[in-house]
Structure formats: C-alpha cells, structure tokens
C-alpha cells in the first residue's frame, strides 16, 4: 500500500524487544522530562525578568507554547498505546481520574494558600476538574488550563481510539481533519487567551499522538539517522521560524507561523516516539515519571521563593526544589495511588 511504503522509508521493522516495546516507551518517559523542565525554564525566565536577547523574545515563547502542545501530543500516544486492545473503558475512567486528580488539587490547595481570596465556586470548580467544557480559563493554577483541556481529551478519547484502532488510513484521515480544523481556528479566530487555550485549537496534537502510537504498534521504530533528523531538524527548524515571531505568546500561536510551529512539533515528538534507546539515561526516566507534578508546581514554587524583584539565585534554587518535590509526590502521592487503582481492577477483574 502507497502509504505503508511511505512510511517504511524512514522506518525500519523491529523484530528486537517486542516485549520490552509493550511495556513501555521509555523515549516519551524521557520526552515527558524535557517538555516540563521546558515549561519550567521558559517560565522561569519570563519571571525573573533574566537578559533574554530581544531578538530572540519569539524563540523563548516557542518553547513554552509549544512545549505544552507536545504534550497533548504524548498524552494521545500514551492512551492510545495503553488501550488500544483492552477496551476497558471502566478502568480507563478509573486510571485516568487518579492519575491526573489528586496531584491537580494538591496544586490547586497550593494556589489557595498562596491567594486565600480566590471565590469558593472557583475552588470548587476546579477540585471537581471539569470546568474544561465550559471555561477553560476558570483554571487556579498556571497551566492547570491544559489540565483541563487533556481532561475534554481524555473524555473523547475511548470514542477515537474505536474509531481508528487497528485503521491507518482512518488515523491519517482523522489527522488531516483535524489539522485543517487547527488551520482554520488558528486564521479566523480572534488573536485572544480564550481562543488559544480552547480544546479545539488542541486536538490536532492528540489525534497525531494516536496515530503516532498505531504506526509505533505496528512494530515500526525510526531508522537511527532518521531519528536525529527528525528531532533536530524539527526543533532547528522551529527556532528558525520563531525568529520572525516578536516577544509574547500570541506572537507564534496565531496565523503562518502557528501552522509551521504545529508541523514541526508534530515531527519533533513523532521522531521520539518511534525511537528506542537500548540504555536509557535513569535519572531522565525518572524525571520523565514526574512530569505532570513538575509541570503543575513549579509555579508555587516560585511564587514562594521570589517576593518583589527575585534574586539571581531564585530561579536556580526554584528549579532544584521543584524537581526534589515533584520526585517526592511521585513516590509517596502519585505513584501509590496509581498503583491501588490497577490493584483494585485487577480484583474486579478476577471476581467477576
């Protein structure tokens, strides 16, 4: 077929570590790492006012805005991978809910703390996490809007992953229309927060993390030179492109360069998803692993830390203490509760 011959160009079956593959895809565990720690320096420089070249204010707001679409892109992959097959849809709602709940409302009693006059509504809004089909800018903590929107996500996923389960074409179709319904939504729609943090200007990446994750199930993995292509000349090619963008957000989420930054995301997390690394980097794993933490406290973190005009060293000590409390949430908090969610399935499973 025209489009499995594309494909087999830049990749290669794999016939090696089919089990390990199932398993895990250590390469996102390890991407998961760098797109937080991503958010975390582009934030940290924003907010410590550091000497950022001028010119360069386009190449800073890349890698913040575009780091959190990369993540839309791993969340779909990552779902997709883990429930093609099983089809539980239960214990999807299950799995799903302790995974992103608990550590989203230690971030949000993080935030009360901080500002005690937020309204109750408010709080209550966000403890239940679902104001993301309303309002996705009632979010509490910075970034907990796209918390919300990979909650919206996460509800439509079990209805995509049956609609393109074991169907490539149907995959690529979807794709496509969802890449023009970004394309669309990104030149006839207002230059605005609202619009830019709306669930429909993400789905695009979602639907590309499924497909990314059929074609990774089909036991295809990137040839090496074809790896480093990819996620070099994505990321190259995106701080390129940045560069004709201007300080502030809304300089790269919005028209042309929106739709190239889009394309070049896409080959940048697409390039890791089909990579396999034979030893991978222990720590990076384990950073990857407290991803989601990372991403929701580091701004409390700060907000601690700095008072007025931060030292020199606040970013420094910030970044170190948030990484010490994200590993520490993970493996008292997160990690834990996960587990006893799988536990409880399993004896579902085996009384029924």
């Not at 809004?125 to 796209?146: K, Q, T």
């Amino acid at each position: 077929m025209p489009l499995e011959c594309l494909l087999r160009l830049i990749l290669r079956v794999s016939v090696c570590q089919i089990a390990r593959m199932q398993k895990r895809v250590e390469a996102i565990d390890i991407l998961r790492g760098i797109l937080a720690c991503a958010v975390m320096f582009y934030n940290y420089v924003t907010w410590s006012k550091a000497p950022w070249p001028e010119a360069l204010g386009g190449t800073l707001e890349t890698i913040g805005v575009y780091s959190v679409e990369a993540f839309f892109v791993v969340s779909g992959f990552s779902l997709y991978y883990a429930y093609r097959d099983r089809r539980d849809f239960l214990s999807y709602a299950r799995n799903r809910i302790l995974r992103l709940w608990p550590v989203y409302v230690l971030a949000v009693a993080g935030c009360v703390w901080l500002t005690p006059h937020l309204l109750p509504m408010q709080i209550a809004e966000n403890i239940n996490l679902l104001f993301g089909f309303y309002d996705v800018s009632r979010a509490i903590p910075i970034g907990g809007w796209a918390v919300a929107v990979g909650v919206v996500l996460s509800v439509l996923a079990p209805l995509l992953i049956v609609l393109t389960a074991h169907r490539l074409r149907r995959a690529v179709v979807l794709c496509g229309l969802t890449f023009i319904v970004t394309c669309g939504w990104t030149f006839a729609m207002p230059a605005t927060w609202a619009t830019h943090i709306h669930p429909a200007n993400h789905l695009m990446f979602f639907v590309a993390g499924m497909f990314f994750a059929e074609v990774r199930m089909r036991r295809w993995e990137l040839r090496p030179w074809s790896f480093h292509f990819f996620w070099a000349g994505a990321l190259v090619g995106a701080l390129i492109v940045s560069l004709f963008a201007k300080a502030g957000w809304e300089s790269v989420s919005f028209g042309p360069i929106r739709v190239l930054l889009c394309v070049g995301t896409l080959a940048f997390v697409g390039a890791w998803a089909f990579k396999n690394f034979a030893n991978p980097w222990r720590v990076a794993l384990t950073i990857g692993a407290s991803s989601y933490p990372i991403f929701l406290f580091h701004p409390i973190v700060w907000n601690v830390l700095a008072r007025g005009e931060p030292a020199w060293w606040v970013p420094i000590v910030a970044f170190a203490l948030t990484i010490a409390l994200s590993l520490v949430c993970t493996r008292f908090i997160e990690r834990p509760i996960i587990d006893w969610g799988k536990r409880w399935g399993e004896r579902e499973t085996a009384s029924a």
